[in-house]
């Protein structure tokens, strides 16, 4: 949540076009932060206003935009699972950020796939091996469509329900991590309809695929599921402690796990089992044992995550606390030491942080801050070393995304479309304040100069 970008705008006003560089129509809602790679710009939405008179209905879709003028250059269409809403909440579209190396472009869809696609789409033919994307845009009992140079070219796909044994639940998110040839990722598994049951109690939280096939290499085995108390929403994160990379998880039963990554290059045949380092209990007063007898209860209840883990010179931060939907409004920041000695690796609680109420926010850090906001309307600054508050500032709206720190300036959209600048320093300075007219639940992204902010139904790219 950190960028190295400069002569980036303090100001901007949507309305009036000062700064605007730029903008695109997106679908109604927007979940997805925009992530921008090799002149293109990739976004999540869904298919509320249709680009592609073809495709009607409610869809989810990752639209990819030239980055330089907005142009939609192609698409992903993917209809949604019909077995149960819950398995893919209407109209939320895909809400997970592409990782894209290279001409690689890796997403997990709306109904809970893996997806290799081609950042070129079909401009430069169906390239394979995965060649059904005519068949893969329809709904089961609909003809397929003829593709058209809108459309995405898929390279490969996992389906994490069949092929891992998942249960998917409202909309699946993940960030793919890549660690050499392997892809690290969260599953998404969670409760059912009823939001009281767990139907797959053997189901992985963190998985591992080859990156060039998509082939299942790796699960977790450390008995999560049973206690997740509402979904697998954190992804991955990595970190080097001494000369050893490790994975990091905030899994949805509310511990932070530290696993070890496969080796370059894995052992072919079966699904492996990762190798645990640590974990460490996130909030170690609350229930561990039929954790679903708390739904609804906003006084006391389990913990889980929405962000991911950070990891800075040796420690993890990490938000956590009460499910929004369903929880206690309880939430923390937390800063955990993980140091190696002799080989074994310990945690402990350097400190903890009282933030309002439920956090989705990753914290972003820069210069011995840490920045993060929440769901009871308040930017917080702490002080990275000890979590002493050095700053807060009452907003309106709650927050959904995450702070995106850059050229001095912390950059936040809130719930209620309200967009705040803050000096990123140890005393507080509100820059700039405007309405863009439109919730936000995505996150600023800075590149080549320019802020990409979404809303949910528009992508803006803003710049000096």
């Known amino acids: 949540m950190a960028s190295t970008e400069t002569n980036l705008p303090a100001k901007f006003d949507t309305k009036s076009g000062l700064n605007v560089k730029w903008s695109a129509r997106l679908g109604t809602e927007t979940h997805s932060t925009p992530i ?31 980055e330089r003028t907005g142009k939609l250059l192609w698409q992903l269409v993917v209809p949604k699972r019909e077995e149960d809403r819950f398995h893919d909440w209407p109209n939320c579209g895909i809400s997970s950020p592409v990782t894209v190396e290279g001409t690689r472009v890796y997403v997990v869809s709306n109904r809970g796939e893996v997806m290799c696609l081609d950042a070129a789409g079909l401009a430069n033919g169906n390239d394979g091996p995965y060649r059904d994307e005519a068949r ?13 140079p809108l459309d995405a070219d898929i390279l490969w796909l996992f389906d994490l329900s069949s092929g891992a044994g998942i249960w998917s639940h409202d909309a699946a998110h993940s960030s793919i991590l890549i660690h050499g040839d392997h892809l690290y990722l969260n599953s998404g598994t969670g409760v059912d309809n009823t939001h009281k049951k767990i139907r797959t109690p053997d189901a ?18 450390e008995g999560i599921a049973p206690n997740i108390f509402h979904c697998t929403w954190s992804a991955p994160s990595m970190g080097r402690i001494g000369t050893k990379p490790q994975i990091f998880l905030a899994a949805g039963n509310g511990l932070l796990y530290a696993f070890e990554p496969l080796p370059q290059p894995s052992s072919p045949g079966h699904v492996q089992t990762l190798g645990k380092h640590w974990q460490f209990d996130f909030d170690p007063t609350a229930p561990r044992e039929d ?3 708390f739904n609804q209860n906003r006084r006391e209840g389990p913990s889980n995550f929405y962000g991911m883990p950070v990891f800075q010179d040796g420690r993890i931060y990490l938000a956590g606390g009460g499910d929004l939907f369903w929880g206690k409004n309880e939430a923390w920041l937390k800063c955990i030491a993980a140091t190696n000695i002799n080989g074994t690796t310990n945690t402990a609680e350097v400190w903890s942080y009282l933030l309002e109420k439920h956090v989705l926010s990753t914290p972003a850090i820069h210069a011995g801050m840490v920045f993060i906001s929440d769901c009871g309307r308040k930017m917080h600054c702490v002080d990275a070393q000890n979590g002493k508050p050095l ?17 001095g300036k912390v950059y936040l959209g809130t719930r209620e479309g309200e967009f705040y600048v803050f000096a990123a320093a140890r005393e507080k300075q509100l820059l700039h304040q405007t309405n863009l007219g439109d919730k936000i639940s995505a996150t600023v992204t800075a590149a080549n100069g320019t802020l990409f902010i979404a809303t949910m139904s528009h992508l803006y790219a803003i710049a000096n």
Not at 209 to 221: F, I, S, W
Request: with cysteine; hydrophobic share 35%; proline share 6%.
């Open 36 to 66: 921008v790679s090799g002149g293109r710009i990739y976004i999540g939405t869904n298919n509320g206003e249709p680009r592609d008179p073809k495709h009607q209905g409610d869809r989810g879709v990752l639209m990819c935009f030239d």
């Open 136 to 148: 893969h845009m329809t709904l089961t009992n609909d003809a397929p469509l003829a593709l058209g």
């Open 204 to 221: 992985p939280s963190l998985v591992v695929l080859d990156k060039q096939t998509g082939r299942y290499l790796a699960r977790e085995r």
């Open 291 to 293: 954790v679903h007898r």
């Open 391 to 407: 700053w807060t500032h009452d907003i309106k709206g709650e927050v959904w995304a995450s702070p995106l720190v850059a050229d």
